[in-house]
């Protein structure tokens, strides 16, 4: 029996009407299976048919030997058509399940549906045997429902990122000049300097798919307007945003999560407590509440903690956690009674600081508590001194800065004094240097004393 041989078109070159051919399907007799032949390595792939020279050239092992001459390209958009189908079919069983009339297909159907189905299958000529594999009607329910699905597809999947390395670019952008590339790039600098946006937004990960869903289109394209930014656009993005936590909370109910409290004080010196949840996902703030009219005792927490755990649900929740202090304790503790599926735990953070207070007082280490006060005498002295902090920053430290100590926090205290030891060398050069000497603050009596201290004091180095 003659062979007969039916290029295949898998995929057609963006912005022309012209297919590129990837292989040649050599078809025997109606009973076996469809051989092909890769046009990039001449292989020739036994059975499979179309579905194996996918896999061929997206490099899958497991089926077929990988492709070692195709391009980047062409391999990252046979991955992405395979990605497609393996969801559509998923999608076809739910809808199939959701009608209540689902099918039995077996191994050889599921074959034939995914050489019939793909959209990115061309075949050149028709002849008798393509309309022998016809599937049967599956209702216009279906049809209409996939045909939906199918219009929903982006984009974007159908081409691989043009600013990834090694990733063929498109015609336009290869026969753009250097002048048009300026040109486009001061569009952009233009507006982004006349609407005073920051320049770190440059680094947002939505800033180059923006501009490559642009070019897409072409010249012509409009921008979203004043009213579609702040309506229709932005319930978009709160629904987006709503789902993507729909789906963390759906995780509580498979691994757990648990319940963070963190209060503070805003601005307007409101006491807020925030409550954030966290999972193997990540963490998510879930709520804040303004406790400026309570009273932070045992009893109202105890209520505000319940009312939470409530909202969740106790049977996701493994540990609470809180700061550790007595009325939180105490909170803590009487959840823990009245559930007794849940933990109560410390936040650690909070441990560390109270044990650097502890360490700081002048009652238990004196010596400690002497290091602090001439380690922030010192750098007070150089940051209320321009000329002094001029040349630390430009002889000495390179730039550098010094941590400045804080008032509330303990913890920075001693940030503060592991500061003053990494830059200790470059310190005691420059009151011994002649800048300094020479400096009207070296005269003085408070610049005689900081550089006593840092010259003579070995115990505050010590």
């Keep these: 029996m003659p ?3 039916l290029p295949l078109l898998l995929w057609p070159l963006p912005l022309q009407d012209q297919m590129i051919p990837h292989g040649l399907m050599l078809v025997q007799c109606l009973m076996q299976k469809n051989n092909t032949i890769c046009l990039h390595c001449n292989k020739l792939i036994k059975g499979g048919g179309i579905t194996r020279l996918k896999y061929h050239l997206a490099g899958i092992r497991g089926q077929v ?3 070692k001459k195709v391009s980047s390209d062409i391999r990252f958009q046979m991955k992405q058509m395979i990605e497609d ?3 559509s079919k998923q999608t076809k069983k739910r809808i199939q399940l959701e009608i209540e009339n689902p099918y039995d297909v077996d191994e050889e159907e599921e074959e034939e549906e995914e050489e019939e189905e793909d959209d990115e299958v061309r075949v050149v000529e028709k002849s008798p045997l393509q309309t022998l594999g016809k599937r049967k009607s599956r209702g216009n329910d279906v049809d209409n429902d996939m045909g939906q699905i199918r219009g929903k597809k982006k984009i974007k999947s159908y081409f ?18 250097k002048a048009m590339i300026d040109n486009a790039k001061m569009n952009v600098a233009r507006w982004w300097y006349h609407s005073n946006v920051p320049f770190y937004a440059s680094q947002s990960p939505y800033y180059q798919p923006m501009i490559d869903s642009i070019t897409a289109i072409g010249p012509g394209f409009k921008g979203p307007s004043f009213y579609e930014l702040r309506g229709p656009l932005l319930k978009n993005a709160v629904h987006e945003v709503n789902d993507f936590l729909l789906d963390i909370k759906n995780d509580w109910k498979v691994y757990g999560c648990s319940l963070m409290s963190d209060g ?3 601005q307007k010196q409101q006491p807020i407590m925030n409550f954030l949840v966290y999972c193997p996902r990540g963490a998510m703030f879930l709520k804040s509440i303004d406790t400026s009219g309570l009273t932070k005792d045992a009893e109202t927490l105890f209520n505000i903690f319940d009312s939470v755990v409530q909202e969740i649900g106790v049977e996701y929740i493994v540990q609470l956690i809180t700061d550790n202090a007595s ?3 105490k909170a803590g503790k009487k959840l823990q009674q009245k559930y007794g599926t849940l933990f109560w735990s410390p936040c650690a953070a909070h441990c560390i600081d109270l044990m650097l207070e502890n360490i700081a007082n002048p009652r238990w280490f004196p010596l400690i508590d002497e290091a602090i006060k001439k380690e922030k005498k010192i750098t007070k002295f150089i940051y209320n001194h321009g000329v002094v902090l001029d040349l630390m920053r430009q002889d000495f430290t390179n730039g550098r800065e010094l941590c400045r100590p804080a008032i509330t926090r303990f913890a920075t205290n001693f940030l503060s004094l592991q500061s003053m030891l990494r830059f200790k060398k470059e310190i005691r050069q420059m009151f011994t240097c002649d800048k300094w000497l020479s400096c009207p603050h070296a005269k003085t009596a408070v610049g005689k004393e900081i550089s006593k201290i840092v010259l003579e004091d070995y115990a505050f180095w010590s």
């Design 3 to 5: 062979v007969q041989v």
């Design 160 to 177: 691989a990122p043009r600013t990834t390395p090694g990733a063929q670019p498109s015609i336009r952008s290869a026969l753009a000049t």
């Design 65 to 67: 030997e990988p492709c």
């Design 264 to 266: 503070w004080t805003n």
């Design 85 to 87: 189908l393996k969801k």
């Design 327 to 329: 009325a939180y304790k």
